[in-house]
């Protein structure tokens, strides 16, 4: 009896070992590397790349989380500490990412409703401003000086404020030049019918209504400026660019209480207008069409259009990316733009030739190695903004990844 125990235990153990041995594989396979890793003949560790380092992954299981979404980040004013906002399905994570080698989950700001795929969040002042899909959401405010205090991470925080203005909502656009927010993408038979609600930040923990924007219906992303390019009729203006899921346009928003519509922008094979960013000249603006890969077979789309002329903007040039993966977010910075691909990770294009249709992809890292089809599984977005050079990546399936240029 006793042998028959033993070999039976040794079987089982066996099992168990092999079961072990897939289950790590699996995890590789899925992408799941933590430790930094330098881009050395196109992979750093387990991740195809070219001219970015890994220098810290944290998943998803982490922050007992799911999914991933949005990313943004902020650096602290007084410590100059620089700290990752990941949005995940059950809230928001703030890691402070100054030291890599020794990243820190510093706590999560729970949903303020229910669980979503889908949360947005930006800063102003100090103080972060999250949206969600979830169900009577509204827009919650966290004081981002709180994470300077914090003894015993992860701790749970609570927000400052709970606006609750509107219920769900996709997107929030910030314009920090003059403390406005701009939450987009709410319910299609709201107040604005799903386009702009205009809510005044300038006094962080006092929100106010200030009206809004229908009259191009539902918006699903934004960007809003205050106007230093070449068209002088709006020199000075604030204004905003919609997409608007087949098509966007150009709205004056410097009267909160009365908006004008100053142009209506198409363009060939429109799927779903899905998000854009001016070049720093406001001159460009590159736009990308979330649907146009998986239903018309484009290579990964990128429309640049020339917004010399406000009222009269023009489709300029279009850009095809190396795979077929979908684009989803994708941010200016200088000469370079950061584009989130989904499947196919960040790509980095190099946009200093862009008034000669010259441009070209200079970097990328690929946060799902599996494969770069066109499907919603990968990166959500990308922050390249901090003053160290690094830049963090929300992956949906994968967790919070800081990357740097390699030197």
């Known amino acids: 009896m006793m042998k028959r125990t033993i070999l039976i235990f040794g079987l089982v ?31 750093a560790g387990i991740y195809p790349c070219n001219g970015y380092d890994l220098l810290a992954r944290l998943p998803l299981s982490d922050f007992n989380a799911t999914k991933g979404n949005d990313i943004w980040g902020w650096t602290d004013p007084e410590t100059a500490k620089e700290y990752a906002i990941f949005g995940v399905d059950n809230g928001v994570v703030f890691v402070d990412i100054t030291d890599t ?38 827009m919650q405010i966290f004081d981002l000086t709180k994470l300077r205090t914090v003894t015993n991470a992860p701790e749970t925080f609570v927000a400052d404020v709970h606006y609750k203005g509107f219920g769900n909502a996709h997107n929030i656009v910030i314009n920090e030049g003059v403390g406005y927010a701009y939450v ?7 107040a604005f019918l799903g386009g702009a609600h205009f809510i005044n930040i300038q006094d962080p ?47 004056d928003v410097t009267d909160k209480l009365n908006p004008v519509e100053i142009s209506t922008v198409l363009y060939p094979n429109i799927e779903y207008t899905h998000q854009g960013w001016f070049t720093e000249n406001q001159k460009y603006f590159l736009l990308g069409d979330e649907l146009d890969e998986t239903k018309l077979g484009f290579k990964s789309r990128t429309l640049v259009f020339d917004f010399t002329d406000l009222d009269n903007p023009v489709l300029f040039h279009t850009y095809l990316g190396e795979s077929s993966a979908i684009d ?19 790509r980095v294009l190099d946009i200093s030739g862009i008034n000669t249709k ?50």
């Open 13 to 43: 153990f066996f099992i168990w070992s092999c079961s072990k041995k897939d289950s790590s594989k699996d995890e590789e396979n899925l992408g799941l590397e933590t430790e930094s890793k330098p881009c050395v003949n196109g992979m």
């Open 101 to 138: 080698e020794n990243a820190q989950y510093i706590g999560k700001l729970p949903t303020a409703t229910t669980a979503s795929t889908w949360r947005d969040v930006k800063v102003y002042k100090n103080y972060v401003f999250v949206v969600s899909e979830a169900e009577n959401h509204g």
């Open 184 to 190: 987009v993408g709410t319910q299609r038979d709201d």
């Open 205 to 251: 923990m006092n929100p106010i209504a200030a009206g809004g924007y229908a009259a191009s219906g539902y918006t699903h992303d934004a960007q809003v400026v205050t106007y230093m390019g070449p068209d002088t009729d709006y020199t000075g203006k604030e204004i905003f660019i919609g997409a608007n899921e087949n098509q966007v346009v150009v709205v």
């Open 328 to 346: 989803h977010n994708g941010y200016v910075k200088g000469d370079l733009f950061f584009l989130a691909n989904y499947t196919a990770g960040i």
């Open 358 to 407: 010259a441009i070209k992809e200079v970097g990328f890292f690929d946060t799902y190695p599996a494969h770069n089809n066109a499907d919603f599984n990968g990166v959500w977005s990308v922050y390249p903004y901090f003053n160290s050079g690094k830049i963090v990546i929300g992956d949906i399936n994968s967790g919070l990844f800081v990357v740097k240029k390699s030197d």
